[in-house]
């Protein structure tokens, strides 16, 4: 589903990513860990454009999205993004913040933007929640909005940045809860997450990033227990 080659992305002098090679098979769920200022939001948003690769190849679904002209509007179509900081737009709805972009991009008629909406935030469990203004919600509730929001899109891949770190620690396990599910359900995922039980009971693949490069990857099972790189022990020596 994904197939990223060589994909480096500097800022100015900084390299933050220096030769990130890596494939994500369809319904695969790959968890992303490493250190505060690894490159792994980078990495994530090279995947969906908002950051522009300097150089390599990202290929989605077979269509390579690092090709000149491509067109970006389509691949955000295909490829959800979760933030840590939810986004929502204050002055609208819960239900009119999930049914906006399949309007605005043409998908759907409001009407049955609507319906389809409703569906998704029911399957986030804020069905009650519809006609609720987001400053209304509690921040797990907010960001299982945003999931539902990007849902809309039908989107093929799912990408979570730190979806649960803004969050107070009674609302993390129904943010992950849902994220979970969404797995289970065969979405393609990659996840960046300070949650190792998360990526150890959920996810397929712990990929551990560092300085700009996968340092070390594997079966969580694998990787948790019997690290195999300095870097990557040290770091779960110190989170774990
Ligand atoms: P992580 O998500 O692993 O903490 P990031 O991908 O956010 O790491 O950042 C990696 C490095 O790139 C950091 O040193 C950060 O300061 C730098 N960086 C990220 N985005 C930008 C940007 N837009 N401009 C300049 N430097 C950036
Ligand atoms: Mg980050």
Same mark, same amino acid.
């Given at each position: 589903?994904?197939?990223?080659?060589?994909?480096? !992305?500097?800022?100015?002098?900084?390299?933050?990513?220096?030769?990130?090679?890596?494939?994500?098979?369809?319904?695969?769920? +790959?968890?992303?860990?490493?250190?505060?200022g690894?490159? !792994?939001?980078?990495?994530?948003?090279?995947?969906?454009?908002?950051?522009?690769?300097?150089?390599?190849?990202?290929v989605?679904d077979?269509q390579e999205?690092?090709?000149?002209?491509?067109?970006?509007?389509?691949?955000?179509?295909? @490829?959800?993004?979760?933030?840590?900081?939810?986004?929502?737009?204050?002055?609208?709805?819960?239900?009119?913040?999930?049914?906006?972009?399949?309007?605005?991009?043409g998908?759907?008629?409001?009407?049955?933007?609507?319906?389809?909406?409703?569906?998704?935030?029911? /399957?986030?469990?804020?069905?009650?929640?519809?006609?609720?203004?987001?400053?209304?919600?509690?921040?797990?509730?907010?960001?299982? @909005?945003?999931i539902?929001?990007?849902?809309?899109?039908?989107?093929?891949?799912?990408l979570?940045?730190?979806?649960?770190?803004?969050?107070?620690?009674?609302?993390?396990?129904?943010?992950?809860?849902?994220?979970?599910?969404?797995?289970?359900?065969?979405?393609?995922?990659?996840?960046?997450?300070?949650?190792?039980?998360?990526? /150890?009971?959920?996810?397929? /693949? +712990?990929?551990?990033?560092?300085?700009?490069?996968?340092?070390e990857?594997?079966?969580?099972?694998k990787?948790?227990?019997?690290?195999?790189?300095?870097?990557?022990?040290?770091?779960?020596?110190?989170?774990?």
């Amino acid at each position: 589903m994904i197939r990223i080659r060589n994909l480096r !992305k500097s800022f100015g002098r900084l390299a933050v990513l220096q030769g990130i090679d890596l494939d994500v098979a369809r319904g695969e769920v +790959v968890a992303l860990i490493g250190p505060s200022g690894s490159g !792994k939001s980078t990495l994530l948003r090279c995947v969906n454009l908002l950051e522009r690769p300097t150089s390599g190849s990202i290929v989605v679904d077979g269509q390579e999205i690092t090709a000149p002209g491509f067109d970006v509007n389509r691949l955000r179509q295909r @490829v959800g993004m979760v933030f840590q900081h939810f986004n929502l737009f204050p002055h609208m709805t819960v239900l009119k913040n999930v049914a906006l972009a399949p309007v605005l991009t043409g998908r759907l008629p409001a009407r049955e933007a609507e319906e389809r909406a409703l569906e998704l935030l029911d /399957r986030v469990g804020l069905k009650a929640k519809a006609s609720a203004y987001p400053n209304s919600l509690s921040g797990g509730q907010k960001q299982r @909005v945003a999931i539902a929001r990007a849902l809309a899109m039908n989107p093929e891949v799912m990408l979570f940045d730190e979806p649960t770190s803004a969050l107070d620690p009674e609302m993390v396990k129904e943010v992950l809860e849902v994220m979970k599910a969404l797995a289970l359900e065969g979405m393609t995922m990659m996840v960046v997450t300070h949650e190792m039980g998360f990526a /150890r009971e959920v996810c397929d /693949r +712990v990929l551990f990033m560092d300085g700009g490069q996968i340092v070390e990857q594997g079966e969580p099972q694998k990787v948790f227990s019997q690290p195999e790189h300095p870097r990557t022990v040290a770091f779960l020596k110190a989170v774990l």
